[in-house]
Protein backbone atom coordinates (compact mmCIF):
# COMPACT_ATOMS: atom_id res chain seq x y z
CA UNK A 1 0.00 0.00 0.00
CA UNK A 2 1.25 3.29 -0.98
CA UNK A 3 2.12 5.57 1.86
CA UNK A 4 -0.09 8.90 1.49
CA UNK A 5 1.37 12.93 1.98
CA UNK A 6 -1.28 15.11 3.09
CA UNK A 7 -0.27 19.00 1.53
CA UNK A 8 -0.89 22.07 3.90
CA UNK A 9 -3.94 24.09 3.17
CA UNK A 10 -1.25 26.61 2.73
CA UNK A 11 0.68 25.02 -0.11
CA UNK A 12 -2.47 23.23 -1.65
CA UNK A 13 -3.35 27.42 -2.36
CA UNK A 14 -0.18 27.81 -3.94
CA UNK A 15 -0.27 24.95 -5.95
CA UNK A 16 -4.03 25.30 -7.27
CA UNK A 17 -2.85 28.77 -8.04
CA UNK A 18 -0.14 27.91 -9.60
CA UNK A 19 -1.69 25.60 -12.04
CA UNK A 20 -3.90 28.29 -13.69
CA UNK A 21 -1.08 31.09 -13.61
CA UNK A 22 2.53 31.83 -14.88
CA UNK A 23 5.44 32.59 -13.41
CA UNK A 24 8.12 35.15 -14.21
CA UNK A 25 10.94 34.78 -16.85
CA UNK A 26 12.98 37.56 -15.05
CA UNK A 27 12.60 40.12 -12.55
CA UNK A 28 12.68 44.06 -13.20
CA UNK A 29 16.07 46.26 -12.25
CA UNK A 30 17.24 47.34 -8.73
CA UNK A 31 19.55 50.17 -7.83
CA UNK A 32 22.10 48.77 -4.75
CA UNK A 33 22.86 50.98 -2.14
CA UNK A 34 25.62 48.71 -0.84
CA UNK A 35 27.87 46.14 -3.20
CA UNK A 36 30.96 44.44 -2.51
CA UNK A 37 33.34 42.44 -4.73
CA UNK A 38 35.13 39.80 -3.20
CA UNK A 39 36.80 42.59 -0.75
CA UNK A 40 36.63 45.57 -2.63
CA UNK A 41 33.82 48.20 -1.46
CA UNK A 42 31.95 49.29 -5.03
CA UNK A 43 29.53 51.24 -3.31
CA UNK A 44 30.49 54.21 -4.89
CA UNK A 45 30.58 53.12 -8.56
CA UNK A 46 27.53 51.12 -8.97
CA UNK A 47 24.89 52.40 -11.03
CA UNK A 48 22.53 49.32 -11.88
CA UNK A 49 21.23 46.08 -11.44
CA UNK A 50 19.45 44.27 -13.79
CA UNK A 51 18.97 40.68 -15.23
CA UNK A 52 19.22 39.36 -18.68
CA UNK A 53 16.67 36.18 -18.47
CA UNK A 54 18.69 34.65 -15.54
CA UNK A 55 21.89 36.35 -15.79
CA UNK A 56 22.53 39.18 -13.08
CA UNK A 57 24.02 42.00 -14.66
CA UNK A 58 25.82 44.78 -12.32
CA UNK A 59 27.11 48.23 -13.92
CA UNK A 60 29.71 50.22 -12.00
CA UNK A 61 31.61 53.83 -13.01
CA UNK A 62 34.54 53.98 -12.05
CA UNK A 63 37.01 56.90 -12.10
CA UNK A 64 40.27 56.63 -13.87
CA UNK A 65 42.05 56.89 -10.97
CA UNK A 66 40.63 53.32 -10.20
CA UNK A 67 40.21 52.02 -13.74
CA UNK A 68 43.41 52.68 -14.60
CA UNK A 69 45.82 52.51 -11.88
CA UNK A 70 49.34 51.02 -12.81
CA UNK A 71 48.64 47.77 -10.97
CA UNK A 72 45.64 47.34 -13.28
CA UNK A 73 44.96 45.27 -16.40
CA UNK A 74 44.14 47.82 -19.18
CA UNK A 75 40.70 47.04 -20.30
CA UNK A 76 40.10 44.48 -17.76
CA UNK A 77 40.50 46.29 -14.44
CA UNK A 78 38.77 44.04 -12.17
CA UNK A 79 40.25 40.72 -13.75
CA UNK A 80 42.26 39.94 -10.55
CA UNK A 81 38.39 39.94 -9.12
CA UNK A 82 37.37 37.40 -11.64
CA UNK A 83 35.34 34.18 -9.79
CA UNK A 84 35.09 36.26 -6.46
CA UNK A 85 31.60 36.61 -5.14
CA UNK A 86 29.39 39.52 -4.74
CA UNK A 87 27.27 41.09 -1.81
CA UNK A 88 24.84 43.85 -1.93
CA UNK A 89 21.45 45.70 -0.77
CA UNK A 90 18.87 47.29 -2.98
CA UNK A 91 17.17 50.27 -2.37
CA UNK A 92 14.30 48.10 -1.55
CA UNK A 93 16.22 46.27 1.70
CA UNK A 94 16.72 42.99 -0.33
CA UNK A 95 20.09 40.98 -0.07
CA UNK A 96 22.16 40.53 -3.10
CA UNK A 97 24.34 37.36 -3.46
CA UNK A 98 26.18 36.10 -6.62
CA UNK A 99 28.73 32.94 -6.43
CA UNK A 100 31.06 33.55 -8.65
CA UNK A 101 31.05 37.10 -10.81
CA UNK A 102 33.13 37.85 -13.61
CA UNK A 103 33.73 41.30 -15.38
CA UNK A 104 32.78 41.09 -18.96
CA UNK A 105 32.52 44.43 -20.49
CA UNK A 106 34.55 47.87 -19.95
CA UNK A 107 33.62 51.05 -21.98
CA UNK A 108 35.17 54.84 -22.17
CA UNK A 109 34.14 57.69 -24.42
CA UNK A 110 31.33 59.78 -24.66
CA UNK A 111 27.99 59.06 -22.86
CA UNK A 112 29.83 58.41 -19.66
CA UNK A 113 30.60 60.66 -16.64
CA UNK A 114 34.07 62.84 -17.51
CA UNK A 115 36.94 61.00 -15.89
CA UNK A 116 35.22 57.61 -15.65
CA UNK A 117 35.41 54.36 -17.59
CA UNK A 118 32.09 52.02 -17.12
CA UNK A 119 33.09 48.38 -15.87
CA UNK A 120 29.64 45.28 -16.54
CA UNK A 121 30.18 42.60 -14.21
CA UNK A 122 27.70 39.63 -14.43
CA UNK A 123 26.86 36.49 -12.63
CA UNK A 124 24.91 33.22 -13.42
CA UNK A 125 24.38 31.66 -9.57
CA UNK A 126 22.63 34.81 -7.50
CA UNK A 127 20.12 35.09 -5.29
CA UNK A 128 17.52 38.48 -4.35
CA UNK A 129 16.12 38.01 -1.10
CA UNK A 130 13.57 40.16 0.51
CA UNK A 131 12.35 37.47 3.66
CA UNK A 132 12.42 33.59 3.49
CA UNK A 133 9.82 32.43 0.66
CA UNK A 134 7.69 28.96 1.70
CA UNK A 135 7.95 27.85 -1.87
CA UNK A 136 10.26 28.07 -4.99
CA UNK A 137 8.59 28.19 -8.53
CA UNK A 138 9.97 28.02 -11.94
CA UNK A 139 9.44 27.32 -15.68
CA UNK A 140 10.26 23.95 -16.23
CA UNK A 141 11.94 23.05 -19.50
CA UNK A 142 11.89 19.47 -21.07
CA UNK A 143 8.28 18.18 -20.95
CA UNK A 144 6.67 15.58 -18.85
CA UNK A 145 4.48 12.51 -19.25
CA UNK A 146 0.74 12.59 -18.78
CA UNK A 147 -0.23 8.77 -18.59
CA UNK A 148 -0.03 9.21 -14.52
CA UNK A 149 -0.12 10.97 -11.52
CA UNK A 150 0.58 11.35 -7.97
CA UNK A 151 -1.37 14.11 -6.65
CA UNK A 152 -4.83 14.88 -6.19
CA UNK A 153 -5.30 18.53 -5.71
CA UNK A 154 -8.78 19.85 -4.84
CA UNK A 155 -10.20 23.21 -5.00
CA UNK A 156 -12.97 23.91 -3.25
CA UNK A 157 -15.56 21.03 -0.90
CA UNK A 158 -14.51 17.30 -1.44
CA UNK A 159 -17.70 16.48 -3.27
CA UNK A 160 -18.49 19.71 -4.91
CA UNK A 161 -15.26 21.36 -5.88
CA UNK A 162 -12.80 20.89 -8.97
CA UNK A 163 -9.89 18.55 -8.97
CA UNK A 164 -6.92 17.44 -10.98
CA UNK A 165 -4.78 14.43 -11.50
CA UNK A 166 -1.99 15.17 -13.92
CA UNK A 167 0.61 16.39 -11.46
CA UNK A 168 3.28 14.63 -9.88
CA UNK A 169 4.95 15.01 -5.80
CA UNK A 170 8.35 13.66 -5.50
CA UNK A 171 10.53 13.44 -2.53
CA UNK A 172 14.37 13.99 -2.73
CA UNK A 173 16.99 14.01 -0.46
CA UNK A 174 16.23 17.01 1.70
CA UNK A 175 13.71 18.82 0.01
CA UNK A 176 9.91 17.59 -1.16
CA UNK A 177 9.38 18.77 -5.47
CA UNK A 178 5.84 19.57 -7.25
CA UNK A 179 5.66 19.19 -11.20
CA UNK A 180 2.63 20.64 -12.32
CA UNK A 181 1.70 19.52 -16.00
CA UNK A 182 0.17 22.52 -18.02
CA UNK A 183 0.16 21.14 -21.34
CA UNK A 184 -3.34 21.73 -21.88
CA UNK A 185 -3.44 25.90 -21.31
CA UNK A 186 0.38 27.09 -20.96
CA UNK A 187 3.44 26.59 -23.12
CA UNK A 188 5.65 26.02 -20.25
CA UNK A 189 5.24 23.41 -16.97
CA UNK A 190 5.70 24.59 -13.68
CA UNK A 191 8.48 23.28 -11.13
CA UNK A 192 7.76 24.18 -7.45
CA UNK A 193 10.33 23.31 -4.63
CA UNK A 194 9.50 23.50 -0.88
CA UNK A 195 12.66 23.50 1.26
CA UNK A 196 11.19 23.30 4.51
CA UNK A 197 12.27 27.03 5.29
CA UNK A 198 15.61 25.45 4.68
CA UNK A 199 18.22 28.04 2.41
CA UNK A 200 18.34 27.08 -1.34
CA UNK A 201 21.40 24.66 -2.15
CA UNK A 202 22.50 25.37 -5.58
CA UNK A 203 24.53 22.33 -5.75
CA UNK A 204 22.14 19.96 -4.91
CA UNK A 205 19.53 21.79 -7.35
CA UNK A 206 21.21 21.07 -9.77
CA UNK A 207 22.24 17.46 -9.51
CA UNK A 208 18.36 16.73 -8.68
CA UNK A 209 17.57 18.06 -11.20
CA UNK A 210 19.82 16.12 -13.24
CA UNK A 211 19.06 13.01 -11.59
CA UNK A 212 14.96 14.11 -11.87
CA UNK A 213 15.88 13.76 -16.33
CA UNK A 214 17.76 10.58 -16.34
CA UNK A 215 13.86 9.18 -14.57
CA UNK A 216 11.87 10.59 -17.34
CA UNK A 217 14.59 9.47 -19.69
CA UNK A 218 14.51 13.34 -21.03
CA UNK A 219 16.54 16.69 -20.31
CA UNK A 220 15.31 18.70 -17.97
CA UNK A 221 16.42 22.20 -16.47
CA UNK A 222 15.00 25.39 -15.22
CA UNK A 223 16.87 28.99 -15.30
CA UNK A 224 15.10 31.03 -12.29
CA UNK A 225 13.08 30.58 -9.73
CA UNK A 226 10.73 32.68 -7.82
CA UNK A 227 10.48 32.41 -3.88
CA UNK A 228 6.80 33.11 -2.77
CA UNK A 229 5.53 33.76 0.52
CA UNK A 230 1.79 32.66 1.98
CA UNK A 231 -0.43 35.34 0.02
CA UNK A 232 1.78 34.29 -3.02
CA UNK A 233 4.19 37.64 -3.53
CA UNK A 234 7.39 37.41 -5.07
CA UNK A 235 9.65 37.43 -1.78
CA UNK A 236 12.82 36.26 -3.40
CA UNK A 237 14.83 35.56 -6.65
CA UNK A 238 17.48 32.89 -7.41
CA UNK A 239 18.91 32.92 -10.74
CA UNK A 240 21.10 30.09 -12.00
CA UNK A 241 21.08 27.02 -14.75
CA UNK A 242 19.62 23.84 -12.62
CA UNK A 243 19.75 20.80 -14.65
CA UNK A 244 20.46 20.34 -17.84
CA UNK A 245 21.62 23.38 -19.77
CA UNK A 246 21.45 23.14 -22.86
CA UNK A 247 18.07 21.56 -23.65
CA UNK A 248 18.08 19.54 -27.62
CA UNK A 249 14.96 18.10 -28.77
CA UNK A 250 14.00 14.58 -27.68
CA UNK A 251 14.35 12.05 -30.45
CA UNK A 252 14.20 8.99 -29.09
CA UNK A 253 12.80 9.20 -25.62
CA UNK A 254 12.77 6.29 -23.50
CA UNK A 255 12.72 6.48 -19.49
CA UNK A 256 14.38 3.76 -17.79
CA UNK A 257 10.94 2.90 -15.94
CA UNK A 258 7.24 2.36 -16.86
CA UNK A 259 4.05 4.38 -16.91
CA UNK A 260 1.26 3.14 -14.96
CA UNK A 261 -2.17 4.97 -14.08
CA UNK A 262 -1.45 6.83 -10.74
CA UNK A 263 2.08 5.20 -10.34
CA UNK A 264 4.83 7.16 -11.39
CA UNK A 265 7.14 5.09 -10.95
CA UNK A 266 9.55 7.61 -12.00
CA UNK A 267 8.89 9.45 -8.62
CA UNK A 268 10.01 6.37 -6.49
CA UNK A 269 13.29 5.89 -8.28
CA UNK A 270 13.90 9.40 -7.73
CA UNK A 271 13.54 9.34 -4.25
CA UNK A 272 15.85 6.30 -3.77
CA UNK A 273 18.31 7.80 -6.40
CA UNK A 274 18.88 11.52 -4.82
CA UNK A 275 19.18 9.88 -1.42
CA UNK A 276 21.70 7.32 -2.46
CA UNK A 277 23.86 10.42 -3.88
CA UNK A 278 23.17 12.44 -0.95
CA UNK A 279 25.07 10.15 1.43
CA UNK A 280 28.18 9.41 -0.31
CA UNK A 281 30.71 12.37 -0.56
CA UNK A 282 31.39 14.24 -3.93
CA UNK A 283 34.65 12.32 -4.14
CA UNK A 284 32.84 9.09 -4.19
CA UNK A 285 33.92 6.72 -6.78
CA UNK A 286 30.54 5.42 -7.32
CA UNK A 287 28.95 8.82 -7.02
CA UNK A 288 30.70 9.98 -10.00
CA UNK A 289 30.03 6.87 -11.93
CA UNK A 290 26.41 6.94 -11.25
CA UNK A 291 26.43 10.73 -12.64
CA UNK A 292 28.23 9.58 -16.00
CA UNK A 293 25.85 7.07 -16.53
CA UNK A 294 22.85 9.23 -15.93
CA UNK A 295 24.20 11.97 -17.97
CA UNK A 296 24.81 9.62 -20.81
CA UNK A 297 21.61 8.19 -20.60
CA UNK A 298 20.00 11.28 -21.02
CA UNK A 299 21.98 12.33 -24.08
CA UNK A 300 21.38 9.19 -25.72
CA UNK A 301 17.66 10.35 -25.93
CA UNK A 302 18.75 13.44 -27.84
CA UNK A 303 21.08 12.33 -30.44
CA UNK A 304 19.43 12.14 -34.14
CA UNK A 305 21.85 9.90 -35.13
CA UNK A 306 21.32 5.59 -34.51
CA UNK A 307 24.71 5.14 -33.96
CA UNK A 308 25.76 8.17 -31.75
CA UNK A 309 22.55 6.69 -29.27
CA UNK A 310 23.88 3.33 -29.07
CA UNK A 311 27.75 4.36 -28.47
CA UNK A 312 26.26 6.77 -25.64
CA UNK A 313 24.09 4.63 -23.61
CA UNK A 314 26.87 1.30 -23.75
CA UNK A 315 29.08 3.86 -22.14
CA UNK A 316 26.31 4.47 -19.75
CA UNK A 317 26.13 0.36 -19.29
CA UNK A 318 29.95 0.75 -19.17
CA UNK A 319 29.95 3.22 -16.21
CA UNK A 320 27.28 1.50 -14.24
CA UNK A 321 29.36 -1.37 -14.69
CA UNK A 322 32.03 -0.01 -13.07
CA UNK A 323 30.02 1.07 -9.83
CA UNK A 324 29.57 -2.66 -8.80
CA UNK A 325 33.67 -3.75 -10.16
CA UNK A 326 35.33 -0.70 -9.33
CA UNK A 327 37.71 1.04 -11.43
CA UNK A 328 40.56 -2.18 -11.60
CA UNK A 329 39.52 -5.16 -12.43
CA UNK A 330 41.58 -8.39 -13.17
CA UNK A 331 41.10 -11.61 -15.08
CA UNK A 332 43.81 -13.39 -13.96
CA UNK A 333 44.67 -14.32 -10.49
CA UNK A 334 47.66 -13.05 -10.74
CA UNK A 335 48.47 -10.13 -13.33
CA UNK A 336 52.14 -10.18 -12.87
CA UNK A 337 52.38 -13.77 -13.65
CA UNK A 338 50.07 -12.93 -16.86
CA UNK A 339 52.29 -10.02 -18.44
CA UNK A 340 55.17 -12.32 -17.71
CA UNK A 341 53.52 -15.27 -19.58
CA UNK A 342 52.34 -13.13 -22.57
CA UNK A 343 55.53 -11.46 -22.84
CA UNK A 344 57.37 -14.96 -22.86
CA UNK A 345 55.10 -17.24 -24.30
CA UNK A 346 55.59 -18.47 -27.95
CA UNK A 347 52.27 -19.02 -28.90
CA UNK A 348 52.47 -15.21 -29.99
CA UNK A 349 55.66 -16.24 -32.33
CA UNK A 350 54.23 -19.28 -32.99
CA UNK A 351 51.01 -18.22 -34.44
CA UNK A 352 51.28 -14.39 -35.47
CA UNK A 353 52.19 -12.58 -38.95
CA UNK A 354 55.89 -11.76 -38.82
CA UNK A 355 54.79 -8.19 -38.58
CA UNK A 356 52.83 -8.46 -36.53
CA UNK A 357 54.01 -10.53 -33.94
CA UNK A 358 54.81 -7.21 -31.27
CA UNK A 359 51.18 -6.72 -31.81
CA UNK A 360 49.35 -9.71 -31.05
CA UNK A 361 52.17 -9.94 -28.00
CA UNK A 362 50.47 -6.45 -26.80
CA UNK A 363 46.82 -7.88 -27.16
CA UNK A 364 47.48 -11.03 -24.92
CA UNK A 365 48.97 -8.94 -22.23
CA UNK A 366 45.98 -6.58 -22.50
CA UNK A 367 43.70 -9.45 -22.34
CA UNK A 368 43.28 -10.27 -18.93
CA UNK A 369 41.40 -6.49 -18.37
CA UNK A 370 37.88 -7.29 -19.40
CA UNK A 371 36.02 -5.87 -22.37
CA UNK A 372 32.43 -4.14 -22.08
CA UNK A 373 30.98 -7.57 -22.48
CA UNK A 374 32.99 -9.05 -19.80
CA UNK A 375 32.70 -5.88 -17.42
CA UNK A 376 29.64 -5.81 -17.76
CA UNK A 377 28.82 -9.67 -16.90
CA UNK A 378 30.78 -9.10 -14.16
CA UNK A 379 28.59 -6.64 -12.85
CA UNK A 380 25.70 -8.61 -13.43
CA UNK A 381 26.63 -11.53 -10.93
CA UNK A 382 28.03 -8.46 -8.39
CA UNK A 383 24.35 -7.15 -8.90
CA UNK A 384 22.32 -10.84 -8.85
CA UNK A 385 21.13 -10.04 -12.15
CA UNK A 386 20.33 -12.68 -14.24
CA UNK A 387 22.73 -13.19 -17.34
CA UNK A 388 19.80 -12.66 -19.73
CA UNK A 389 21.61 -13.54 -23.61
CA UNK A 390 19.52 -10.52 -25.19
CA UNK A 391 21.00 -7.85 -23.07
CA UNK A 392 24.69 -9.87 -23.55
CA UNK A 393 24.09 -10.02 -27.24
CA UNK A 394 23.27 -6.02 -27.40
CA UNK A 395 26.45 -5.23 -25.57
CA UNK A 396 28.94 -7.41 -27.65
CA UNK A 397 27.08 -6.13 -30.80
CA UNK A 398 27.29 -2.22 -29.71
CA UNK A 399 30.83 -2.90 -28.97
CA UNK A 400 31.74 -3.93 -32.38
CA UNK A 401 29.71 -1.16 -33.33
CA UNK A 402 32.19 1.05 -31.40
CA UNK A 403 35.12 -0.84 -32.44
CA UNK A 404 34.27 -0.14 -36.32
CA UNK A 405 33.60 -3.70 -37.11
CA UNK A 406 29.83 -3.98 -37.13
CA UNK A 407 29.60 -0.22 -39.51
CA UNK A 408 26.38 0.76 -41.50
CA UNK A 409 23.77 -0.74 -38.90
CA UNK A 410 19.86 -0.26 -39.65
CA UNK A 411 17.60 1.55 -37.80
CA UNK A 412 16.08 -1.16 -36.71
CA UNK A 413 18.88 -3.11 -35.24
CA UNK A 414 20.18 -0.68 -33.74
CA UNK A 415 17.45 0.71 -31.91
CA UNK A 416 16.73 -2.64 -30.78
CA UNK A 417 20.17 -3.30 -29.16
CA UNK A 418 19.52 0.52 -27.66
CA UNK A 419 16.34 -0.33 -25.69
CA UNK A 420 18.33 -3.44 -24.22
CA UNK A 421 20.92 -1.73 -23.46
CA UNK A 422 18.94 1.16 -21.52
CA UNK A 423 17.21 -1.32 -19.82
CA UNK A 424 19.97 -2.93 -18.69
CA UNK A 425 21.64 0.18 -17.80
CA UNK A 426 18.57 1.21 -15.95
CA UNK A 427 18.32 -2.43 -13.79
CA UNK A 428 22.45 -1.58 -12.81
CA UNK A 429 20.74 1.52 -11.42
CA UNK A 430 18.10 0.31 -9.72
CA UNK A 431 20.22 -2.66 -8.10
CA UNK A 432 23.04 0.41 -6.73
CA UNK A 433 20.91 2.83 -5.40
CA UNK A 434 18.07 0.19 -4.04
CA UNK A 435 15.01 1.17 -6.58
CA UNK A 436 12.81 -2.42 -6.56
CA UNK A 437 9.91 -1.24 -8.46
CA UNK A 438 9.57 -2.11 -11.99
CA UNK A 439 12.14 -1.35 -15.10
CA UNK A 440 10.54 -0.38 -18.38
CA UNK A 441 11.15 -3.52 -21.19
CA UNK A 442 12.48 -3.52 -24.42
CA UNK A 443 9.64 -5.70 -26.62
CA UNK A 444 8.35 -2.99 -28.25
CA UNK A 445 5.93 -5.67 -29.78
CA UNK A 446 4.22 -6.15 -26.29
CA UNK A 447 2.91 -2.62 -26.38
CA UNK A 448 -1.13 -2.33 -26.94
CA UNK A 449 -0.59 0.69 -29.83
CA UNK A 450 2.50 1.87 -31.49
CA UNK A 451 1.93 4.99 -28.88
CA UNK A 452 2.32 3.10 -25.72
CA UNK A 453 5.27 2.87 -23.24
CA UNK A 454 7.27 -0.06 -23.38
CA UNK A 455 6.11 -2.50 -20.78
CA UNK A 456 7.66 -3.59 -17.41
CA UNK A 457 10.35 -6.12 -17.98
CA UNK A 458 9.96 -9.62 -16.51
CA UNK A 459 14.16 -10.12 -16.31
CA UNK A 460 13.95 -7.64 -13.64
CA UNK A 461 12.25 -8.89 -10.38
CA UNK A 462 10.07 -5.88 -8.90
CA UNK A 463 8.88 -5.99 -5.35
CA UNK A 464 4.75 -5.67 -4.73
CA UNK A 465 5.59 -3.86 -1.61
CA UNK A 466 7.38 -0.93 -3.08
CA UNK A 467 5.20 1.84 -4.67
CA UNK A 468 5.09 5.04 -5.55
CA UNK A 469 4.35 8.05 -2.80
CA UNK A 470 0.90 9.85 -2.93
CA UNK A 471 0.31 13.29 -2.40
CA UNK A 472 -3.38 15.06 -1.81
CA UNK A 473 -3.69 18.27 -1.37
CA UNK A 474 -7.14 20.31 -0.35
CA UNK A 475 -7.96 24.13 -0.41
CA UNK A 476 -11.04 25.87 -0.54
CA UNK A 477 -9.90 28.65 -2.69
CA UNK A 478 -7.26 29.77 -5.04
CA UNK A 479 -5.74 32.58 -4.21
CA UNK A 480 -7.64 35.94 -6.14
CA UNK A 481 -4.40 37.35 -7.67
CA UNK A 482 -1.87 36.02 -9.91
CA UNK A 483 1.04 34.73 -7.66
CA UNK A 484 4.32 35.82 -9.35
CA UNK A 485 2.08 37.70 -12.29
CA UNK A 486 3.54 37.84 -15.68
CA UNK A 487 3.12 41.40 -16.09
CA UNK A 488 5.51 42.28 -18.76
CA UNK A 489 4.35 42.85 -22.28
CA UNK A 490 6.59 41.24 -25.53
CA UNK A 491 9.03 42.95 -26.81
CA UNK A 492 11.20 43.35 -29.54
CA UNK A 493 14.77 44.01 -30.00
CA UNK A 494 15.37 47.71 -31.66
CA UNK A 495 16.95 47.49 -35.81
CA UNK A 496 18.85 50.30 -38.02
CA UNK A 497 15.29 50.56 -40.39
CA UNK A 498 16.44 49.38 -44.00
CA UNK A 499 16.54 51.28 -47.31
CA UNK A 500 17.69 54.57 -45.37
CA UNK A 501 20.12 57.04 -44.16
CA UNK A 502 20.69 55.69 -40.92
CA UNK A 503 21.61 52.34 -42.80
CA UNK A 504 24.28 54.14 -45.21
CA UNK A 505 25.60 55.16 -42.16
CA UNK A 506 25.58 50.80 -40.52
CA UNK A 507 27.46 50.18 -43.87
CA UNK A 508 30.26 52.96 -43.37
CA UNK A 509 30.76 51.07 -40.53
CA UNK A 510 30.69 47.94 -40.87
CA UNK A 511 33.99 48.24 -43.22
CA UNK A 512 35.94 49.45 -40.36
CA UNK A 513 36.71 45.67 -39.38
CA UNK A 514 38.81 44.76 -43.03
CA UNK A 515 41.00 47.96 -41.96
CA UNK A 516 42.01 47.20 -38.59
CA UNK A 517 43.21 43.42 -39.32
CA UNK A 518 39.62 42.35 -37.65
CA UNK A 519 40.62 43.88 -34.45
CA UNK A 520 38.22 46.32 -34.15
CA UNK A 521 34.95 47.15 -35.79
CA UNK A 522 32.28 50.05 -36.09
CA UNK A 523 28.24 49.54 -34.85
CA UNK A 524 25.07 51.77 -35.40
CA UNK A 525 23.58 50.58 -32.82
CA UNK A 526 19.44 52.17 -31.95
CA UNK A 527 18.79 53.52 -28.72
CA UNK A 528 15.53 52.17 -27.17
CA UNK A 529 12.99 54.69 -27.02
CA UNK A 530 9.91 55.52 -24.70
CA UNK A 531 7.41 56.52 -27.17
CA UNK A 532 6.16 56.00 -30.91
CA UNK A 533 6.65 60.40 -31.22
CA UNK A 534 9.81 60.61 -29.20
CA UNK A 535 13.16 61.11 -31.15
CA UNK A 536 15.29 58.18 -32.53
CA UNK A 537 19.02 57.87 -31.41
CA UNK A 538 21.06 55.57 -32.90
CA UNK A 539 24.72 55.24 -31.37
CA UNK A 540 28.03 54.88 -33.20
CA UNK A 541 30.19 52.60 -31.42
CA UNK A 542 33.94 51.37 -32.00
CA UNK A 543 33.96 48.54 -30.58
CA UNK A 544 37.71 45.68 -29.52
CA UNK A 545 36.98 42.51 -30.99
CA UNK A 546 39.75 40.92 -28.64
CA UNK A 547 37.91 42.39 -25.64
CA UNK A 548 33.83 42.33 -27.00
CA UNK A 549 32.33 44.25 -24.55
CA UNK A 550 35.19 47.24 -24.25
CA UNK A 551 33.69 50.04 -26.76
CA UNK A 552 33.42 53.43 -27.32
CA UNK A 553 30.43 55.75 -28.63
CA UNK A 554 31.96 57.82 -30.66
CA UNK A 555 28.60 60.48 -31.96
CA UNK A 556 25.18 59.75 -31.72
CA UNK A 557 22.34 60.18 -34.75
CA UNK A 558 19.31 61.51 -34.35
CA UNK A 559 16.10 61.01 -36.07
CA UNK A 560 12.95 62.72 -35.29
CA UNK A 561 9.89 60.87 -36.90
CA UNK A 562 8.30 61.64 -39.13
CA UNK A 563 11.09 63.36 -40.71
CA UNK A 564 14.30 61.53 -42.14
CA UNK A 565 16.60 64.42 -41.51
CA UNK A 566 19.35 63.19 -39.23
CA UNK A 567 21.05 65.35 -36.48
CA UNK A 568 24.38 64.63 -35.43
CA UNK A 569 25.50 64.90 -31.43
CA UNK A 570 28.04 64.43 -29.34
CA UNK A 571 30.75 65.18 -32.82
CA UNK A 572 33.88 67.85 -32.46
CA UNK A 573 32.35 70.19 -34.51
CA UNK A 574 28.92 71.16 -34.91
CA UNK A 575 27.69 69.48 -38.08
CA UNK A 576 24.34 71.21 -40.11
CA UNK A 577 21.23 68.85 -40.76
CA UNK A 578 21.81 66.01 -42.78
CA UNK A 579 19.05 65.21 -45.05
CA UNK A 580 20.35 63.42 -48.00
CA UNK A 581 23.13 61.11 -48.74
CA UNK A 582 25.32 63.34 -50.16
CA UNK A 583 25.67 64.95 -46.88
CA UNK A 584 25.99 61.83 -45.28
CA UNK A 585 28.93 60.84 -46.91
CA UNK A 586 30.26 63.62 -46.56
CA UNK A 587 30.24 63.95 -42.91
CA UNK A 588 31.23 59.97 -42.84
CA UNK A 589 34.33 61.08 -44.79
CA UNK A 590 35.11 63.63 -42.10
CA UNK A 591 34.95 60.79 -39.37
CA UNK A 592 37.18 58.22 -40.84
CA UNK A 593 39.66 61.41 -40.92
CA UNK A 594 39.25 62.75 -37.61
CA UNK A 595 41.92 62.46 -35.22
CA UNK A 596 39.44 61.53 -32.86
CA UNK A 597 38.66 58.31 -34.69
CA UNK A 598 42.09 57.43 -35.21
CA UNK A 599 42.53 58.08 -31.40
CA UNK A 600 39.69 55.56 -29.99
CA UNK A 601 40.77 53.45 -32.74
CA UNK A 602 44.25 53.10 -31.50
CA UNK A 603 43.37 52.37 -27.95
CA UNK A 604 40.89 50.13 -28.58
CA UNK A 605 43.25 48.13 -30.83
CA UNK A 606 46.11 48.24 -27.19
CA UNK A 607 43.28 46.00 -25.65
CA UNK A 608 44.26 43.40 -28.11
CA UNK A 609 47.10 40.97 -25.88
CA UNK A 610 49.27 39.47 -29.45
CA UNK A 611 49.53 43.36 -30.78
Not at 448 to 461: I, K, L, V
Not at 484 to 507: D, K, Q
Not at 537 to 547: E, H, I
Request: net charge negative.
Amino acid sequence: MADVITVTEADARLLASLEQYDVQATTYPRQLTQLLYGEEDLTDYVISLSFQESTAVVVCEVPHSYSRAPDRLPGDPLAHLAGQPLQGITEEEEKFEALAAHPVGFTFGAGLQEGHDRITITATYWQLTRSTPRLWAGRLQGGLPSKSSNVVLRVGSPELGSFSRTHYGLLGSRWTYFLLNRKKKYLTDILVLDPAGAPLDYELLNNELQAMGFCLGRPLGCKLLIGLDEAGQPVAYAGGSYGYDYLPQVNHQFAPVPEEVFKPWFTLLFTHLTRYLADRPSTDEQRRYLYEAMHLYVESATELYGSSREVKVLLACQAMARCFTGREVELARSSAAWLRWAATSPIAHNHAHPEQEALLRRQLMEAAQPGPAALVELALHAAHLALHPELLAAVRESTQLLTERLLAPTYAETQARCLRLRTLCAGLMAKAVGYQGPLAGWDMSARPNRYAEPPATAWYQASEQDAPVQFNAQTPTRLTTAPAAELWPAFTRPAVPANSLISVAATFASNLASRTGEQVRARVVPVPFFAEEEPRLYDFVLQSLAVPLASTVLFTIQQVPPSTVLTILNWDEEIAPIADEKALTSFLGQVARSPRTRHAIERLLLLDPGV
